[in-house]
């Protein structure tokens, strides 16, 4: 936003002390609108100038971008950080304590970092991560899951999956964290009625779930999510080799009717196949299946003398997801997935499945992370005070 150039000439005949105070009673309260649509947002609208509040860090670096997972379904994999354990009503720090917590986040593109209220950027989070059209229910749930994380992951300091050279950033734009989108993005994806109705509907999203995370026992959960399940979640000990309560299989039969990404075909040459998984091109079409998991996914494939994980398929491969069978014809392998992500955590076409059935969005994130509630965010550590 360009700064207001006061030309205080206009005001000379009221006399240089009304002129003054004139002055300082117009920006007092250009401030004071300001400060509140910044810190606690407008009730019934977007502001779209709100980004242009925020602090600009320029980057110390200028060479390189901050690395992108290729494959765009997978955020939020678990830290194996040992995390600063923080309960949600262990210090006595009031909602206005939370709300002056402000998240740095690296733009991989502009290789800059931001710097903005939490709030602000959960809003940018559900933009990036979940479709507008989606049932609000449903983008209400993911903004308390995006919340959670973020929330988290500062508590705990976690600066894992940064580029080595920001540092100083709490998080990224890129899907190695969420996907956050900027407000002059959004400014430009949408035009006429449809921006007001999407940008109002976004912003009912996040004030409406304001200050709410996902808690276990009182903590603050790793709150994984991914896009489309297989027709049921995977415990986070099956893909990550970690053994979180709240993070367990379930069903979720709302995915196969609605999602356009549950199912998936691929097909590649042998020589390809074998490259990629580094074994022998005659041992492919002895491939076989070994156990699965209780998610119904991949658990171990045998190729030859090898063997490798659902997970290790998938990422090796590409693959959208650790369900899939395959067949071989000629010198070409066609390999069909089920899902598309890791499939830990909330399902986001299932919760918009679960949304439109008429559920909340406590109903969708307590039943995808097990035995967990919803609570206000309480309990800043010294480190963000």
């Known amino acids: 936003m360009e700064r207001m150039k006061w030309k205080t000439k206009r005001y000379r005949r009221f006399g240089r002390g009304t002129s003054r105070w004139w002055l300082g009673f117009t920006f007092g309260l250009l401030l004071a ?29 200028l060479q390189g971008k901050a690395a992108v997972s290729n494959n765009q379904s997978d955020r939020n ?54 479709p507008i059209d989606f049932e609000l229910e449903a983008l209400k749930a993911q903004a308390i899951a995006a919340r959670t994380y973020i929330y988290k992951r500062m508590l705990s300091a976690d600066h894992s999956d940064l580029p080595s050279n920001e540092q100083e950033a709490d998080v ?15 400014l430009s994806r949408w035009s006429g009625k449809e921006k007001e109705e999407n940008l109002k509907k976004l912003n009912e999203a996040v004030e409406q779930t304001r200050g709410q995370i996902i808690t276990y026992e009182g903590e603050p959960i790793q709150a994984a999510f991914f896009s489309t399940s297989n027709g049921y979640t995977e415990n986070a000990s099956d893909y990550w080799s970690i053994d979180l309560p709240y993070l367990r299989s379930v069903a979720s039969p709302w995915d196969k009717a609605i999602s356009p990404r549950y199912k998936e075909t691929v097909t590649m040459k042998l020589n390809a196949f074998s490259a990629k998984l580094g074994v022998k ?56 997935t089920y899902g598309f992500g890791h499939g830990v955590g909330m399902s986001q076409w299932g919760a918009n499945g679960m949304a439109h059935s008429g559920q909340t969005a406590k109903q969708i994130v307590t039943y995808y992370y097990s035995g967990t509630k919803v609570q206000e965010a309480k309990g800043l550590v010294e480190s963000l005070s």
């Open 77 to 130: 994999t678990p830290s194996n950080r040992s995390s600063q354990t923080v309960t949600a009503d262990s210090q006595s720090a009031s909602l206005s304590d939370y709300d002056r917590m402000w998240v740095r986040v690296y733009l991989a593109e502009d290789k800059r970092i931001e710097k903005m209220p939490i709030e602000l950027y959960v809003r940018g989070v559900v933009a990036g991560e979940m």
């Open 172 to 186: 990224t734009d890129t899907v190695n964290n969420q996907v956050y989108v900027s407000m002059s993005t959004l």
């Open 33 to 61: 609108v300001l400060v509140k649509e910044f810190v606690h947002g407008s009730e019934s609208h977007v502001d779209p100038n709100k980004q242009s509040t925020v602090e600009i860090i320029e980057s110390a670096s």
């Open 281 to 336: 091109k005659n041992a492919i079409r002895s491939m076989r299946i070994v156990d699965t998991t209780e998610g119904k996914r991949i658990r171990t494939v045998v190729i030859g003398d090898e063997s490798f994980s659902g997970r290790e398929m998938r990422e090796k491969l590409g693959l959208a997801s650790s369900q899939f069978n395959w067949t071989i014809q000629d010198d070409e392998i066609t390999i069909t």
